[in-house]
């Protein structure tokens, strides 16, 4: 069965700076692999997906994820991040054609500091 | 923008009551789910439903559990029996699809006590 591992639970990031957030998966074949964010209230919605081709992903509001086959990783990036980039952030692997339902993470709660 | 929308946003109920979560699906979507979120746990995937009948379900969707499209608009969760383990929030999303983005609605928090 297939699952996801996000392995920070908060993260804590000064305004400005960097951020990464790490995606493991768990998959036989080749995963559809997702990133979703969820401010307060609101519902999930999606920052980027890779289905194939190019390993590096761009999205939405300056992220990107790069897929990286051999650790099993789907990690998002930002070069600088805004306050109002904190929310909870969830990734989401999907079986594509063998399946409907999404696998989530836990998710990473991220905190900006001004 | 569509989206999806869902309501009511909260809803209380005693335990053993029959409750029914309703969303409204993006208008040209063929696919929808029904995932929950127990608190402090993972988005966990409930149904998938298309052509109306159920595509895919999970062990969570036991018969307790069921799902309808009454109209062209409306895509319903229908919890038979609540019990407090039922208490979640509850996220309907669909999708033009099967392999497509799964545009994701607000929620509903439920509540059994």
């Known amino acids: 069965a297939q699952s996801v591992t996000q392995p920070d639970i908060h993260i804590t990031v000064s305004e400005g700076a960097s951020l990464e957030l790490r995606c493991n998966y768990s998959?036989?074949?080749?995963?559809?692999l997702f990133w979703y964010v969820q401010s307060p209230g609101q519902g999930l919605q999606l920052l980027l997906k890779?289905?194939?081709?190019?390993?590096l992903v761009q999205g939405i509001k300056g992220f990107e994820a790069e897929f990286k086959r051999s650790q099993s990783s789907f990690n998002l990036r930002k070069p600088s991040v805004h306050w109002s980039d904190a929310a909870e952030y969830f990734c989401a692997v999907g079986a594509g054609g063998g399946a409907d339902g999404l696998t989530f993470g836990k998710g990473t709660h991220l905190i900006i500091q001004p | 923008e569509p989206e999806v929308t869902q309501t009511p946003s909260h809803q209380v109920t005693q335990m053993g009551q029959e409750v029914i979560l309703r969303c409204v699906p993006i208008?040209?979507?063929?696919?929808f789910y029904w995932y929950r979120q127990i608190l402090g746990q993972k988005v966990e995937f409930l149904v998938s439903?298309?052509?109306?009948?159920?595509?895919?379900k999970s062990e969570i969707f036991d018969d307790q559990f069921s799902v309808e499209r009454p109209d062209g608009s409306n895509f319903t969760l229908k919890i038979r029996s609540t019990k407090l383990e039922d208490s979640a929030m509850y996220f309907c999303?669909?999708?033009?699809?099967?392999?497509?983005?799964?545009?994701f609605g607000p929620g509903t928090r439920l509540t059994v006590t």
């Open positions: 208008s040209n979507h063929l696919y």
């Open positions: 439903f298309y052509n109306n009948e159920i595509s895919e």
């Open positions: 999303a669909s999708s033009w699809d099967r392999d497509d983005e799964q545009y």
């Open positions: 998959y036989g074949a080749t995963p559809y």
């Open positions: 890779y289905f194939s081709g190019d390993t």
